[in-house]
C-alpha cells in the first residue's frame, strides 16, 4: 500500500462513542477493551497510545502481544504526532475513521499528510472471523426521547443547507 505504518483509531466511522463489534478493530488487533486508544503497525513495532485513566488497563491487557504501551502526556513519551513526523515514514490511514478535523491536527502539527487506505487493513486481517454488522431494521426515538420529529430535524438540515448554498 506504500506505507511505512497504519494508524488504526478507536471508534467507527460516525465517531460514535459505542460501537458495534464489527467496528472493535483496535481491541481486535490489540486486546485492549477501553474506549480510548490508537494503535499504530509498522514493519518492526507495535505501539498503542491511550490516555492515564487506562494506563493499568491497557499495561495489563497488552501484554504479551508484541504491543509497546504509549503513556499519553507521560515525560519522554512522544505524542503519535511526534513520533510520526520523527519517524520519517507514509502513515496510512482508513479515510473512514478519521475526522477532518484530526487530518488537519496531523497536519498543523507539522506531519506529512496521511495516505488514504481504502480497505481497512485491520478488517482485511480480521477477515472470515469478524463480527457481522446488525441486519436489525432502524428504528427512531419518539419525540418524548429525542425533543424533536425526524421530519423537523431533517427539515431543519435542509434549510441550513439551503441558506449556505448547497444544491444537493
Avoid at 519522554?76 to 475513521?97: C, F, H, M, Q, Y
Wanted: net charge negative; proline share 3%.
Amino acid at each position: 500500500h506504500g506505507i511505512g505504518a497504519y494508524v488504526q483509531p478507536m471508534g467507527d466511522a460516525h465517531t460514535s462513542e459505542y460501537i458495534s463489534d464489527a467496528d472493535k478493530r483496535v481491541e481486535w488487533l490489540t486486546g485492549f477493551t477501553g474506549s480510548a486508544g490508537t494503535a499504530v503497525v509498522t514493519a518492526d513495532k507495535a505501539l498503542f497510545w491511550t490516555d492515564g485513566r487506562y494506563f493499568l488497563q491497557a499495561a495489563e491487557q497488552l501484554k504479551g502481544t508484541g504491543f509497546e504501551l504509549m503513556k499519553m502526556s507521560e515525560p519522554g513519551v512522544p505524542d503519535l504526532e511526534d513520533w510520526a513526523r520523527e519517524s520519517k515514514l507514509v502513515v496510512g490511514v482508513d479515510p473512514t475513521l478519521i475526522s477532518l478535523s484530526a487530518a488537519e491536527e496531523w497536519s498543523r502539527k507539522g506531519c506529512d499528510d496521511f495516505k488514504l487506505v481504502q480497505h481497512n487493513l485491520v478488517d482485511r486481517a480480521w477477515a472470515e472471523t469478524k463480527p457481522k454488522r446488525s441486519a436489525s431494521a432502524l428504528r427512531t426515538h419518539g419525540v418524548a426521547l429525542a425533543g424533536e420529529s425526524v421530519a423537523s430535524k431533517i427539515a431543519r438540515v435542509a434549510d441550513a443547507l439551503k441558506e449556505k448554498g448547497c444544491t444537493s
